[in-house]
């Protein structure tokens, strides 16, 4: 049985990173995933926009995940020509509007049939993976986008979906409603692609999925709940917040996000260890062609910093600043929850709320210490968009 080729490409770019080992779905994939978009309505919520509109967003997505892989994952979307109408309306499908609120049963019931109904008129298992747009609002189904198959929190089923003609689709399902953010689409895309390896997420939510679980309500007063609710890394990854502004588009990736996808080249990573002294000139992040895209300074086993440089360029435009970002990385950490994250923005702004001016800029805000690591990090000057970096020790 075919599985997941997508999830495998993933794993392979991951393996040459030296971050993982290949051990998601299959040791063969490709760097060109295929996908179809499968446009789903119910009874009571009937599809009322043609393919079009649908079409552009997910060219929209594919342009931006080129971008943020540097050209790596060149994702491809098709769109189904008509709408595929599930036998049961929409409440008996709806979700609640947080993760950890969320039970499977729903999310398989949907799965189930939609496959059943698209099944026997297209040959769903020669995709790489499967998207479901939904008819209905986030309002009324519950959540806007979530990872359907496998679940959010990688739910366990004794067998994958089937067509009427009872042939399994076991690859990757999205599920998205009719006004999701360009956002939120890359947001629950970065999870497909990455799968899951060693009973965790690749790419997990960077928001805190405890103080998630009070965020309900109409769409502008969930809004402002779930801003409480991204204390680890803000505005400045899709992970965390799908969006800065709901009217403009999505920022780009983190450096974190992108090494766990096996995008960020791994020449293009510096390491700098305690004790050492290094000048490096870190081009901007959303520009791949730099010789330096990231600098890790390793901490102890699983921790680390790395050091990124995000100038409004590209989708980094759409940032709330601008500057050096410096992340505390803990790999060992699965989830957002209990306290913990596997990434933590070091803020140089504390009294900017909502890590909007976490970035380290020249006039006035150029240094960061750990005295405990006894590591310096001192901007020097810049060059175009590029920043001159030194990591030094204290003494």
């Known amino acids: ?52 509109p649908v079409a552009k967003k997910f060219r929209d997505m594919g342009q931006y995940l080129s971008e943020m892989s ?11 020509r008509r709408w595929f109408r599930v036998p049961r309306p929409l409440a008996h499908y709806r979700i609640p509007a947080a993760d950890l609120k969320v039970k499977p049963g729903p999310i398989f019931d949907l799965t189930d049939d939609v496959i059943a109904e ?13 998207v479901f747009f939904l008819s209905a609002p986030v ?3 519950g959540m806007v986008s979530l990872s359907g198959y496998p679940g959010i929190f990688g739910w366990k089923r004794d067998t994958p979906p089937r067509t009427r003609a009872g042939k399994p689709v076991d690859v990757p399902i999205a599920i998205f409603t009719r006004d ?39 769409p502008e007063e969930a809004r402002k709940k779930f801003l409480k609710a991204i204390p680890h890394l803000g505005f400045w990854d899709p992970l965390s917040c799908h969006y800065y502004k709901k009217f403009l588009p999505p920022s780009g990736f983190s450096a974190w996000t992108r090494l766990r996808l096996g995008w960020l080249p791994p020449g293009k990573l510096r390491e700098v260890r305690p004790g050492e002294t290094a000048r490096v000139l870190l081009g901007p992040l959303a520009r791949g062609e730099s ?6 300074i390793p901490i102890e086993g699983s921790r680390y910093y790395l050091v990124e440089n995000r100038q409004h360029i590209s989708y980094d435009r759409f940032l709330p600043g601008k500057g050096i970002l410096i992340t505390l990385i803990d790999d060992e950490v699965a989830e957002c929850m209990g306290g ?11 009294k900017i709320p909502l890590l ?39 003494s």
């Not at 599985?3 to 770019?13: E, I, N």
């Not at 446009?39 to 926009?49: A, I, M, N, Q």
């Not at 010789?291 to 890790?296: D, H, Q, V």
């Not at 913990?340 to 504390?350: F, G, I, T, Y």
């Open 70 to 80: 540097y050209g790596r994952a060149e994702v491809k979307t098709e769109v189904s």
């Open 291 to 296: 010789e330096t895209l990231a600098i890790r």
């Open 180 to 218: 999701a953010h360009l956002g939120s689409i890359v947001h629950d895309m970065a999870h497909l692609l990455g799968g899951w390896r060693d009973g965790k997420r690749v790419a997990p939510c960077l928001f805190d999925q405890d103080l998630q679980a009070h965020v309900e309500g109409k």
């Open 139 to 141: 309002e009324k189904y």
């Open 340 to 350: 913990k994250s596997p990434v933590r923005l070091v803020d140089a702004n504390p």
């Open 1 to 52: 049985m075919k599985k997941g080729r997508l999830l495998a490409a993933a794993a392979l770019l991951l393996a040459a990173a030296g971050l993982l080992a290949v051990n998601h779905f299959g040791a063969a994939g490709t760097q060109a995933p295929r996908g179809i978009v499968l446009l789903v309505e119910f009874p009571d919520v009937p599809g009322v926009s043609s393919p079009e």
């Open 356 to 394: 909007e001016g976490a970035a380290f800029d020249l006039g006035g805000n150029e240094i960061f210490t750990d005295k405990k690591l006894g590591v310096r990090v001192r901007l020097l000057g810049m060059r175009g968009y590029s920043v001159l970096v030194s990591v030094e020790p204290l």
């Open 118 to 130: 698209a099944g026997g008129e297209l040959a769903l298992d020669k995709y790489d993976f499967i």
